[in-house]
């Protein structure tokens, strides 16, 4: 069945350090979409990307779609404490509505 | 308000007992969801109802069996806990338009002696 690979895993990073998260789905998607997950809490939508080779940013994050649809990149310039969490990638299965989420990048910021 | 709200948010329970979990969404969605999320973080999609239909079915053992009276609830009972059914279980829905988002409610934790 479709899968879908994050990497790393794990990454710790000082404050003020970059950080990227990869997102690989064995199958082209129509569209991926990225959450966060706070220690504690529940996934949260941060965007939907759609268009082969899309780039969007939301102040600090910077999301990119592969040009064949297959992978995505979310990355953060300077992180803060506040980023802290796992980052989920997710893309639809088959069918609409089957979202699969990738395996998930859990980040620790050293302050 | 909360959207998508869970009760209970904890539970302890012996191997063998059966338990449910209830969730309510009040964002007027079609489209509600079971994920199990396990130790490692990993979110697995289990169910998904459509207007009350069943649309989602993954292999989740029979003993999983989630019931939809409207298209705003989706409970999820379990029959016979395992050890291994330890998880914390999400309950979400699904935007409609372009996004089609998922909003997740807080989560249930389920632990199993």
């Known amino acids: 069945g479709q899968q879908v690979m994050q990497i790393p895993q794990y990454q710790h990073v000082q404050e003020g350090e970059d950080f990227t998260t990869y997102c690989n789905s064995s199958?082209?998607?129509?569209?991926i979409q990225w959450y966060k997950q706070r220690p504690g809490g529940h996934p949260v939508f941060l965007i939907q990307?759609?268009?082969?080779?899309e780039v969007k940013k939301q102040k600090r994050l910077t999301f990119q779609f592969g040009e064949a649809k297959k992978n995505s990149s979310l990355h953060i310039t300077a992180t803060q404490t506040t980023d802290v969490g796992t980052y989920f990638c997710a893309g639809p299965g088959s069918g609409t509505y089957k979202y699969i989420f990738g395996t998930g990048t859990r980040l620790k910021v050293l302050a | 308000d909360t959207a998508v709200s869970q009760t209970p948010k904890y539970l302890v329970t012996q191997m063998g007992n059966d338990k449910s979990i209830k969730c309510e969404q009040n964002l007027g969605h079609d489209t509600m969801y079971w994920y199990k999320q396990d130790s490692k973080k990993f979110l697995k999609i289990m169910f998904s109802y459509n207007n009350k239909e069943l649309i989602i079915n993954e292999t989740v053992p029979n003993r999983f069996s989630p019931k939809s009276p409207d298209k705003a609830h989706l409970n999820l009972h379990i029959n016979s806990l395992e050890l291994g059914d330890s998880a914390v279980y999400f309950c979400?829905?699904?935007?409609?338009?372009?996004?089609?988002?998922?909003?997740f409610g807080e989560g249930s934790r389920l632990t199993v002696l």
């Open positions: 199958t082209t998607l129509s569209n």
């Open positions: 990307l759609v268009k082969s080779g």
């Open positions: 979400a829905s699904r935007g409609g338009g372009n996004t089609g988002e998922l909003f």
